[in-house]
T-cell receptor
Framework: EAEVAQSPRYKITEKSQAVAFWCDPI?????LYWYRQILGQGPELLVQ????????DSQLPKDRFSAERLKGVDSTLKIQPAELGDSAMYLC???????????????FGPGTRLTVL | GQQLNQSPQSMFIQEGEDVSMNCTSS?????WLWYKQEPGEGPVLLIA?????ELTSNGRLTAQFGITRKDSFLNISASIPSDVGIYFC???????????FGSGTRLSIRP
């Protein structure tokens, strides 16, 4: 069964360092999402891509976070510089587009757990 | 912004018991979703609801889209150990809006 791949699974870094996370969505899924999940809370959308274009990045802290999906397939989320409050699980998800509508079934990857010291 | 209030925050159950949890919002949603997340994994969609009053089942799980469109309920019948995990409600105000997640209900088995 096709899955969303993410790497690394775990990342420990010191504050002010740069970190990057990678996501490979399910083949054929045009829509890709990056979520941040703080311990004890639900996922919160950071950025949504439709193919290579950003659809929604209203919750992305753009002073330190960046995301790209250059060829409309895999994606990278970067944080520079990392802060203590960035410690969280970063989840990637993908979904199909049917007609003009993005389906509600989002398939999540296993996430990258980031710890900032 | 929109928020989803999920309750209870956590619950301990004995195997075989029925479980109920709910989610409320101050805003009207046109889509309600229920996800389950297990340790070290991403959430997995369990049930999607699209109409007020809709009742949908997935095995031992049943979810309902509240009549007011501001709430949703999830019931698990005859719980088993593999039901342990965190259950998230999620919703969408419109087809063009992002999905918003609740804070989750942690389900544990009472020893």
């Amino acid at each position: 069964e096709a899955e969303v791949a993410q790497s690394p699974r775990y990342k420990i870094t010191e504050k002010s360092q740069a970190v990057a996370f990678w996501c490979d969505p399910i083949s054929g899924h045009a829509t890709l999402y990056w979520y941040r999940q703080i311990l004890g809370q639900g996922p919160e959308l950071l950025v949504q891509f439709q193919d290579e274009s950003v659809v929604d990045d209203s919750q992305l802290p753009k002073d330190r976070f960046s995301a790209e999906r250059l060829k409309g397939v895999d994606s990278t989320l970067k944080i520079q510089p990392a802060e203590l409050g960035d410690s969280a699980m970063y989840l990637c998800a993908s979904s199909l587009v049917e007609g003009l509508a993005v389906t509600d079934t989002q398939y999540f990857g296993p996430g990258t757990r980031l710890t900032v010291l | 912004g929109q928020q989803l209030n999920q309750s209870p925050q956590s619950m301990f159950i004995q195997e075989g018991e029925d479980v109920s949890m709910n989610c409320t919002s101050s805003s009207i949603f046109n889509t309600w979703l229920w996800y389950k997340q297990e340790p070290g994994e991403g959430p997995v969609l369990l049930i999607a609801l699209y109409k007020a009053g809709e009742l949908t089942s997935n095995g031992r799980l049943t979810a309902q889209f509240g009549i007011t469109r501001k709430d949703s309920f999830l019931n698990i019948s005859a719980s088993i150990p593999s039901d342990v995990g965190i259950y998230f409600c999620a919703g969408r105000v419109s087809s063009a809006s992002k999905i918003i997640f609740g804070s989750g209900t942690r389900l544990s088995i009472r020893p």
